[in-house]
């Protein structure tokens, strides 16, 4: 029987080693393109941020500090955004400031209108002496601000962020139908829970933990 050549060997294979090379190249542009201009959010943030949600749902649990839920929960989301904010912040000095600047300033657009809304509403309906509405409206603007963010974000992980969204658009939702001794109960679940859940899922995709 006739055997094939050595040269025909050769020439067969060198065709699907070029073709190899090309697909890894191309792969590692597009991959490269992508993180370039999509945000990396860290999965340590969304834990440390539940964590201080939490917190503040069980102080505003206690029936001392009840009265004051407005302030505790308003303080806590300063703290979260700032440490959340700092973690981001590491995270973007630690892959190269200038290359992650124009993904972060996109994050930022997408995050912020809403949550601003979220605080100027605040602040009408405490004058008008509606707060049973607020904490149904934080959780809703909440979720969209995130719905909006997770487009900013890198392919994995804005599947999780935009699932984590929309679960905060419908806990705010059912918020609203529910009393008001229902509503820590809510804010923790949302603030609290869904971040550190969150969190986890994010870090275990990006970091395998």
Do not use: D, N
Request: hydrophobic share 55%; charged share 5%; net charge positive.
């Amino acid at each position: 029987m006739h055997k094939p050549s050595a040269a025909f060997h050769s020439h067969s294979e060198a065709p699907a080693a070029i073709e190899s090379r090309a697909l890894g190249t191309l792969a590692y542009i597009r991959a490269s393109i992508e993180s370039s201009s999509s945000m990396y959010v860290p999965g340590m943030a969304g834990i440390v941020m539940g964590i201080i949600g939490i917190l503040a749902a069980i102080g505003v649990s206690l029936p001392r500090w009840a009265p004051h839920w407005l302030g505790i929960w308003l303080l806590a989301a300063a703290v979260a955004l700032l440490l959340g904010g700092a973690l981001v912040a590491r995270q973007i000095a630690q892959r190269g400031h200038t290359r992650y600047l124009g993904p972060a300033r996109k994050f930022l657009l997408c995050l912020c209108p809403a949550l601003l809304a979220g605080a100027v509403l605040t602040w009408v309906l405490l004058t008008a002496g509606m707060t049973r509405v607020i904490p149904g409206m934080w959780l809703l603007l909440y979720g969209c601000a995130v719905l909006s963010a997770s487009t900013a974000t890198i392919t994995g992980i804005a599947r999780l962020i935009g699932i984590m969204g929309a679960l905060f658009v419908v806990l705010g939702s059912m918020t609203f139908a529910l009393p008001a001794v229902m509503h820590t109960l809510m804010l923790g679940l949302g603030f609290g829970a869904l971040h550190i859940v969150f969190g986890i899922l994010i870090g275990r995709l990006t970091h395998g933990w």
